[in-house]
């Protein structure tokens, strides 16, 4: 099957894309394009289905720079593949042509960036916790420290889990309101003392604040089982894993 690439046309004519699932070779739980190297799947599957996604970008998996996602707000500048050194982190930034930028993510928010003037891209994992403590501005404020100028950055939120998937308790909400009280337009009433929160308003609401122009590609990933891998979704079915979708960029 072939690969499913999902593109922004404010980042083109960069090369980049959200991978759906579909075109891989893992199977069972794992079927399609799994590139979580941390997932129980079997690791000569895990890595043809990493080979096909950096050719995609016209790229061989070593030329590939990715870390160990932490849901941080730790961003890391990056001149060169790493190879399997993965520092623990939750973005990248760099301004060296032939590097590509991945993340992985299964609900999180992948996030790209690119000021296509002055030649710098990032991307960022960005979940619950990562977005609330800034790992979306800390991205940002790294490509400017690479000769990049806001006013010229353009990003992208790629497939995320969407507001009707994501019930939260209460004491989630707390986090949110005690960072700012107006976050509570971020959040819906469910069933009893459920809610429901819009993780990707939320990231928009985060990047546009800081100045950049932002977009969600509105794809859900708890939704569409058949294209995309979610961690939520994988708990309700009792599933003993999940694959991660991967998303990358590059000059």
Same mark, same amino acid.
């Given at each position: 099957?072939?690969?499913?690439?999902?593109?922004?046309?404010?980042?083109?004519?960069?090369?980049?894309?959200?991978?759906?699932?579909?075109?891989?070779?893992?199977?069972?739980?794992?079927?399609?394009?799994?590139?979580?190297?941390?997932?129980?799947?079997?690791?000569?599957?895990?890595?043809?289905?990493?080979?096909?996604?950096?050719?995609?970008?016209?790229?061989?998996?070593?030329?590939?720079?990715?870390?160990?996602?932490?849901?941080? $707000? &730790?961003? @890391?500048?990056? +001149?060169? %593949?790493?190879?399997?050194?993965?520092?623990?982190?939750? #973005?990248? /930034?760099?301004?060296?042509?032939?590097?590509?930028?991945?993340?992985?993510?299964?609900?999180?928010?992948?996030?790209?960036?690119?000021?296509?003037?002055?030649?710098?891209?990032?991307?960022?994992?960005?979940?619950?916790?990562?977005?609330?403590?800034?790992?979306?501005?800390?991205?940002?404020?790294?490509?400017?420290?690479?000769?990049?100028?806001?006013?010229?950055?353009?990003?992208?939120?790629?497939?995320?889990?969407?507001?009707?998937?994501?019930?939260?308790?209460?004491?989630?909400?707390?986090?949110?309101?005690?960072?700012?009280?107006?976050?509570?337009?971020?959040?819906?009433?469910?069933? $009893? &003392?459920? @809610?429901?929160? +819009?993780? %990707?308003?939320?990231?928009?609401?985060?990047?546009?604040? #800081?100045? /950049?122009?932002?977009?969600?590609?509105?794809?859900?990933?708890?939704?569409?089982?058949?294209?995309?891998?979610?961690?939520?979704?994988?708990?309700?079915?009792?599933?003993?894993?999940?694959?991660?979708?991967?998303?990358?960029?590059?000059?």
């Amino acid at each position: 099957m072939t690969l499913e690439i999902i593109t922004s046309d404010q980042l083109a004519p960069l090369k980049h894309g959200f991978f759906t699932r579909r075109g891989g070779a893992s199977s069972g739980v794992f079927a399609g394009l799994n590139c979580g190297l941390g997932s129980s799947d079997q690791a000569e599957m895990v890595a043809i289905n990493r080979t096909r996604a950096a050719q995609a970008m016209d790229l061989e998996p070593d030329q590939m720079a990715s870390v160990h996602q932490i849901h941080s $707000a &730790d961003v @890391l500048t990056v +001149d060169s %593949p790493l190879g399997e050194d993965r520092p623990k982190a939750d #973005a990248l /930034v760099t301004r060296t042509p032939g590097v590509a930028l991945a993340i992985l993510t299964a609900d999180c928010q992948p996030v790209l960036f690119a000021d296509l003037d002055n030649g710098v891209v990032g991307a960022a994992h960005a979940g619950w916790r990562g977005a609330l403590a800034g790992v979306l501005e800390n991205t940002i404020e790294a490509m400017e420290a690479l000769g990049a100028e806001r006013d010229s950055i353009r990003v992208t939120i790629g497939p995320s889990i969407s507001q009707r998937a994501y019930e939260v308790g209460p004491e989630f909400l707390d986090d949110f309101l005690d960072d700012d009280p107006e976050n509570a337009r971020f959040f819906a009433n469910g069933h $009893a &003392d459920r @809610l429901h929160f +819009d993780l %990707p308003s939320y990231g928009l609401y985060r990047l546009r604040r #800081a100045g /950049v122009q932002a977009e969600w590609t509105r794809h859900c990933t708890y939704s569409e089982p058949d294209r995309f891998y979610s961690f939520r979704r994988s708990t309700h079915l009792g599933e003993v894993d999940y694959g991660r979708l991967i998303s990358m960029i590059r000059l």
